[in-house]
């Protein structure tokens, strides 16, 4: 029972007779908000009670829409424990990007937070657009894609049912296309010719599209499956390429056995601790004894790499940096943090002949940086220059000399370290700063530097923490631009740390995801055009995101982008709960459809997976498409100084278009040896041409590795010996072939309807009856209104005047009921086939015959 719908209306957070409520937890109970007039609702807020209260929502369902008993789901969600409001983003868009306007609003309570208890809700706020030029285009507009989804869902039936002048005349009338051109093409093939060759010819050209020479191995197409390719889910293959060292892997096999640690080294003397220091992320395990950037852990390993025995390639470490140069397919890596110490060694690795290269052993020696962890590197392809910028310094290396923030290059064709600009924040570029962001625009060699804290120089900015906002480097120039300061009212993100900044070099866009500022953790992604200065926010804080969410927030995480496909991969690395969990899951961005979607998700080590890791490094090489893997915290407190040196690559595989031009063969080829094989069964002569068309057209589209296909296209042969019967149709009774109405059809119809109503009231009467004289103790539901039942206008003896043509000419009327059934099989084919195509361009799933309730 629904009390008290006003007080929802009103704030009163101390006063506890302030709410709506019900009496029980019944799974029915809801309430109906009635705006005064539509309106666009973009978000809703719930108040709370002073305090946490057992009846408070804890998962609940919205509905939304003009007419309340039409609504749709416009928001699940739950509400937290405590005394808080909480804001929420509703769906107001339709999937094809309309406006979608709001009269009702249900809010449908599904769970509280006290076990089998009623439900309250306290305060309501809607918040959205109601202008009236806007809710007038909106309405009107919406109106309109009903209209046109109606006559669609018209245009359907009439064709499916042959009804060809009403089809063709509401065609003309309404001037609505019921699909495209290729998609009638097929159609008239297919399901009213039965013209399969022709029909494998049109899916060649659909999958093939203006491109003739097709790559069908690679997925690289511009035909009609393109769409449908795109949403085909990823399949993640790891490949490990270079294992972790001996060390080190003896450490993780000790530590996956539970076996008790080696002796500890002796004890380190630690300078005193600041707490209020700030630390990385990248660098540090947060909250196991770290101080001030050295590793606090009587008892643990010193597990630095020994530079003699690491000559062949990298050793054990974190926070450092990795990029990938995709015009020779050589991964350089440099600096990072070992568990003890900075490092400052530059490598090399060939991917074609997986070798590693030391470049550099100490790049302090060599006229370059010195040892660091926490900082940014790029490569410029065109002028092959490594940038690198930015390090952590604990409390006791913030000397003067060592504060300033120097920008140094490596040119690869030389072979040496070049010192770019000594002090930025002096040539008007960043302060030093670290787990900042940094990428570049190759085609106009500017580097973009964005967010990162601002390394302290004093107590006050120890206390109040100083962000980075977004600078331009040009190298052509050699000058610094600030493009978004620190602090700021603009509708552009606000400058953080551990988020995620990269270019897409199509597009000429910044996408900059996530981060964490101050103590807030975001969940937001912006965009900004480096060529007109201009940004925009695809998912703005505070948003509460729509299923399926994004990657949750969290520490050091990871990001690539493909360019080709405009999709942005997510890696995460250690959770920020309290308990620092340290898992990996992959998520995908579709910068084209807004959506993320989940590949992979590891919270332990699995055979053929790398193990679980933070401040690892993850390039991309959008070349080749693949992913790799360097390095990394494991995350082990036991042994909080371990770090791992294994190398992985990791290939996201979506099925091939050969695939899936494959399977739309091999469904076209199986359904026209199933009609051969029906029609052997009416002529016996035919059964040596559906057995030839089995043993070879069938046999060479089939995928014999297969054991599932295999076994199909061994019953498939049962077919033509069981008389065209399907192998998967089961005994009893089938439900015929839809099929137009005629006037024989319409009569039959008419005489079992009256015959229904002469026979069937008489039991429902009797019980009926025993009910209200109290021989049932059930009591008889309500009746719904019903339309008394007469006779048919049509006499019966006209009925004899006019039989059915079906008793007329019984071989016809059973002629006619086996076209029927071999066409109902096509149209069955030809909706299994539109699962490849845009949905815009096929008919519409919904069907006339399935609103119709008796």
């Given at each position: 029972?629904?009390?008290?719908?006003?007080?929802?209306?009103?704030?009163?957070?101390?006063?506890?007779?302030?709410?709506?409520?019900?009496?029980?937890?019944?799974?029915?109970?809801?309430?109906?908000?009635?705006l005064h007039s539509p309106a666009i609702v973009e978000t809703i807020t719930f108040g709370k009670y002073i305090k946490a209260h057992v009846s408070d929502l804890k998962k609940f369902q919205i509905l939304g829409g003009t007419e309340d008993k039409n609504l749709s789901i416009i928001l699940t969600g739950g509400l937290k424990n405590d005394n808080s409001s909480e804001t929420f983003h509703l769906r107001h868009r339709t999937a094809e990007g309309l406006y979608l306007p709001i009269t009702y609003l249900k809010i449908i309570p599904l769970q509280s937070w006290g076990p089998a208890y009623n439900y309250t809700i306290w305060y309501v706020e809607l918040h959205g657009k109601n202008n009236e030029e806007l809710m007038q285009t909106t309405l009107e507009t919406?109106?309109?894609?009903?209209?046109?989804?109606?006559?669609?869902?018209?245009?359907?039936?009439?064709?499916?049912?042959?009804?060809?002048?009403?089809?063709?005349?509401?065609?003309?009338?309404?001037?609505?296309?019921?699909?495209?051109?290729?998609?009638?093409?097929?159609?008239?093939?297919?399901?009213?010719?039965?013209?399969?060759?022709?029909?494998?010819?049109?899916?060649?050209?659909?999958?093939?599209?203006?491109?003739?020479?097709?790559?069908?191995?690679?997925?690289?197409?511009?035909?009609?499956?393109?769409?449908?390719?795109?949403?085909?889910?990823?399949?993640?293959?790891?490949?490990?390429?270079?294992?972790?060292?001996?060390?080190?892997?003896?450490?993780?096999?000790?530590?996956?056995?539970?076996?008790?640690?080696?002796?500890?080294?002796?004890?380190?003397?630690?300078?005193?601790?600041?707490?209020?220091?700030?630390?990385?992320?990248?660098?540090?395990?947060?909250?196991?004894?770290?101080?001030?950037?050295?590793?606090?852990?009587?008892?643990?390993?010193?597990?630095?790499?020994?530079?003699?025995?690491?000559?062949?390639?990298?050793?054990?470490?974190?926070?450092?940096?990795?990029?990938?140069?995709?015009?020779?397919?050589?991964?350089?890596?440099?600096?990072?943090?070992?568990?003890?110490?900075?490092?400052?060694?530059?490598?090399?690795?060939?991917?074609?002949?997986?070798?590693?290269?030391?470049?550099?052993?100490?790049?302090?020696?060599?006229?370059?940086?010195?040892?660091?962890?926490?900082?940014?590197?790029?490569?410029?392809?065109?002028?092959?220059?490594?940038?690198?910028?930015g390090r952590y310094l604990d409390h006791t290396q913030r000397t003067p000399e060592n504060m300033k923030s120097d920008l140094y290059a490596w040119d690869v064709t030389a072979g040496e370290w070049q010192l770019v600009c000594a002090d930025t924040a002096a040539a008007g570029g960043p302060r030093l700063v670290f787990d900042h962001q940094m990428?570049?625009?190759?085609?106009?060699?500017?580097?973009?530097?964005?967010?990162?804290?601002?390394?302290?120089?004093?107590?006050?900015?120890?206390?109040c923490p100083q962000y980075s906002g977004l600078y331009a480097y040009y190298a052509r120039t050699d000058t610094w631009q600030l493009l978004l300061p620190d602090q700021h009212q603009q509708n552009a993100p606000q400058p953080r740390v551990g988020h995620s900044m990269l270019f897409h070099p199509v597009q000429r866009r910044?996408?900059?995801?996530?981060?964490?500022?101050?103590?807030?953790?975001?969940?937001?992604?912006?965009?900004?055009?480096?060529?007109?200065?201009?940004?925009?926010?695809?998912?703005?804080?505070?948003?509460?995101?729509?299923?399926?969410?994004?990657?949750?927030?969290?520490f050091t995480q990871r990001a690539t982008l493909d360019p080709d496909t405009d999709e942005m991969f997510v890696l995460s690395g250690m959770s920020k709960e309290k308990d620092k969990r340290v898992y990996n899951a992959l998520w995908v961005f579709s910068l084209r459809r807004r959506t993320w979607s989940c590949v992979y998700r590891s919270e332990r080590a699995a055979v053929g997976e790398p193990r679980p890791r933070f401040a690892h490094q993850l390039v991309y090489d959008p070349v080749t498409k693949v992913h790799y893997l360097f390095g990394g915290n494991p995350g082990s407190q036991s042994s909080p100084r371990l770090r791992l040196d294994d190398l992985w690559a990791l290939v996201l595989a979506r099925p091939a278009l050969a695939t899936i031009a494959g399977r739309a063969r091999a469904a076209l080829r199986e359904a026209h040896y199933r009609e051969l094989a029906a029609m052997a069964a009416r002529d016996p002569s035919l059964a040596p041409q559906a057995l030839h068309y089995l043993r070879h057209r069938v046999h060479e589209v089939l995928d014999h590795s297969d054991p599932k296909q295999v076994e199909r296209f061994q019953k498939l042969a049962t077919v033509l010996f069981a008389g065209g019967e399907d192998i998967d149709t089961g005994v009893g009774a089938r439900e015929p072939a839809a099929r137009a109405l005629s006037p024989t059809a319409a009569r039959r119809l008419a005489r079992r309807r009256a015959r229904a109503a002469s026979t069937g009231p008489q039991a429902e009467l009797s019980r009926s009856l025993a009910a209200v004289l109290g021989a049932d103790d059930i009591v008889p539901e309500l009746l719904q209104p019903f339309e008394e039942t007469t006779e048919p206008e049509l006499e019966p003896a006209a009925w004899d005047r006019d039989p059915p043509r079906d008793h007329e000419v019984p071989d016809r009327a059973h002629e006619r009921d086996y076209e029927w059934e071999m066409r109902a099989t096509r149209l069955r084919l030809y909706d299994q086939l539109c699962q490849y195509f845009r949905p815009s361009t096929v008919p519409p799933r919904a069907d006339v015959s399935q609103l119709v309730t008796l």
């Open positions: 029972m629904n009390r008290f719908n006003q007080n929802i209306m009103t704030n009163a957070p101390t006063d506890q007779l302030s709410r709506w409520f019900t009496d029980s937890d019944a799974p029915s109970q809801y309430i109906m908000l009635k919406i109106s309109l894609r009903k209209e046109e989804e109606a006559v669609r869902i018209l245009l359907k039936h009439l064709r499916r049912r042959r009804y060809k002048d009403a089809f063709e005349a509401l065609s003309r009338e309404s001037g609505v296309r019921l699909e495209g051109q290729i998609q009638a093409r097929l159609w008239n093939t297919l399901v009213e010719n039965a013209d399969y060759d022709s029909a494998e010819r049109i899916m060649d050209e659909a999958v093939g599209g203006k491109n003739k020479l097709v790559n069908l191995s690679n997925g690289i197409s511009d035909g009609e499956l393109e769409w449908y390719m795109s949403w085909q889910p990823y399949t993640p293959r790891w490949r490990q390429i270079s294992t972790c060292s001996a060390h080190v892997e003896e450490r993780l096999c000790r530590l996956h056995a539970d076996l008790t640690p080696p002796p500890p080294p002796a004890p380190i003397t630690l300078p005193p601790a600041n707490t209020a220091d700030v630390t990385c992320a990248d660098r540090d395990w947060i909250d196991t004894g770290t101080i001030n950037g050295s590793e606090s852990c009587e008892g643990c390993e010193t597990l630095a790499c020994d530079q003699g025995a690491c000559a062949c390639k990298p050793g054990p470490r974190g926070g450092h940096q990795l990029v990938v140069d995709s015009t020779t397919g050589t991964l350089y890596l440099f600096g990072g943090w070992n568990g003890t110490e900075d490092l400052d060694d530059l490598w090399s690795f060939n991917i074609s002949i997986a070798r590693w290269t030391l470049l550099c052993r100490h790049s302090v020696t060599a006229g370059g940086p010195s040892p660091r962890s926490c900082h940014k590197m790029v490569y410029d392809p065109t002028d092959r220059k490594l940038y690198t910028l990428c570049i625009d190759p085609d106009t060699h500017t580097i973009y530097v964005f967010g990162g804290r601002v390394l302290p120089t004093n107590n006050d900015e120890v206390i910044l996408y900059i995801f996530a981060g964490q500022r101050n103590k807030e953790h975001l969940l937001d992604l912006w965009w900004w055009d480096v060529d007109a200065g201009v940004c925009g926010a695809l998912a703005a804080a505070p948003a509460t995101p729509c299923p399926p969410p994004p990657p949750a927030a969290g």
